[in-house]
């Protein structure tokens, strides 16, 4: 059984696109599938019937954003004025922001008005959502896990399909909260903290991304990242340094914690240990065993800066990285490096 578990964010996620598109193309078909944030949405693209449909929605993405202005001004034009068809700046919305903290009485009523928790709005169509839902609840074949984050209670919250969940016996485990994809979820998976509450959940980038544990059933797990692992920045000498190296650790942090439980239980399985969980009353044990994990990352590191700007390069990089990454496994013998 084979799973894939993505990472995406913001600008960066034209690389696990590039590298789903090659996988598409050289007939790798995975039994799950665990999504992040923007990775949903290439998640959506690769399971459409045109074995293309990834290559052709990022042609067409290039060819509406190449107009040459520096990632970093587009990043502070997209910031200052929107994105058509994803955000609009909540600060246009002065009116709305006078009503909600009228008569100004109170510091507090103050303070939410010059600094409010809703920096943008969302103008994602729902058209997005519905379809996105209607194809992952529907896919017999692949299952389907999308995560978000319950700010309530400091949970993960997992959307899975039927598939997703008749595989992986979440209902088992304790640890998350298990609700069907509908196209409520697919916005509380890629709800930025920025657009304000929806229902207590955000995009799962805010805490897990990606969720490896739920992909224990897998034999073998291919990992998509957005940053390089093992890889550190340039030294820290300002702010432009301070906010790429926040963002990286917000990606990272998590994940080396997974991939580190992981490689723990695999070298227990290596030396003998026979690791043991519960099952099911006519069936009470069943014996951990070691998974493959490998990983397709980057060699190309985004900041800060880039967050909203996917590239080109970017994208043809995940290309790059997926087809060594075939050619090094047919090559050789697959590395465990962690797993149940």
Not at 33 to 49: E, H, N
Not at 255 to 263: G, K, R, T, V
Not at 277 to 297: A, H
Not at 322 to 337: C, G, P
């Amino acid at each position: 059984m084979l799973a894939f578990a993505l990472q995406g964010i913001g600008g960066m996620n034209s690389f696990a696109a590039g590298v789903l598109q090659t996988l598409r193309k050289k007939g790798v078909k995975p039994d799950l599938i665990s999504a992040t944030s923007g990775s949903i949405l290439s998640a959506y693209l690769f399971l459409q019937k045109d074995p293309n449909a990834i290559e052709k929605y990022y042609d067409e993405y290039f060819k509406s954003e190449d107009n040459g202005i520096p990632t970093f001004f587009k990043f502070m034009q997209y910031a200052y004025f929107g994105i058509p068809n994803k955000f609009s700046p909540n600060y246009l919305n002065i009116l709305e922001r006078l009503r909600d903290n009228w008569p100004f009485l109170t510091l507090e009523e103050w303070i939410n008005f010059y600094f409010p928790n809703k920096v943008y709005k969302s103008e994602i169509p729902q058209q997005f959502f519905d379809d996105i839902a209607n194809c992952f609840s529907t896919n017999e074949e692949v299952g389907i896990v999308m995560n978000a984050y319950n700010v309530n209670n400091d949970q993960a919250v997992l959307y899975v399909n039927e598939r997703a969940l008749n595989t992986m016996e979440l209902t088992k485990r304790g640890n998350f909260e298990i609700k069907p994809i509908t196209p409520d979820g697919v916005r509380a998976c890629i709800q930025l903290l920025q657009y304000g509450d929806f229902k207590g959940e955000y995009d799962g980038a805010y805490q897990y991304n990606p969720i490896l544990s739920p992909l224990v059933v897998a034999d073998e797990i291919i990992l998509v990242t957005v940053e390089p692992l093992g890889k550190s920045l340039a030294p820290i000498e300002n702010y432009f340094d301070i906010e790429d190296f926040q963002l990286k650790m917000l990606f990272k942090n998590a994940l080396y914690a997974e991939l580190n439980d992981i490689y723990q239980i695999n070298k227990l399985i290596e030396y003998g240990n026979k690791l043991v969980r519960p099952e099911s009353e006519t069936k009470p044990y069943k014996e951990y065993k070691p998974i493959k994990v490998q990983t397709i990352q980057p060699t190309i590191h985004r900041g800060y800066f880039e967050y909203f700007v996917e590239t080109p390069e970017f994208y043809q990089d995940g290309v790059s990285q997926a087809k060594k990454f075939i050619e090094d496994s047919l090559n050789r013998e697959t590395q465990i490096v962690g797993g149940y």
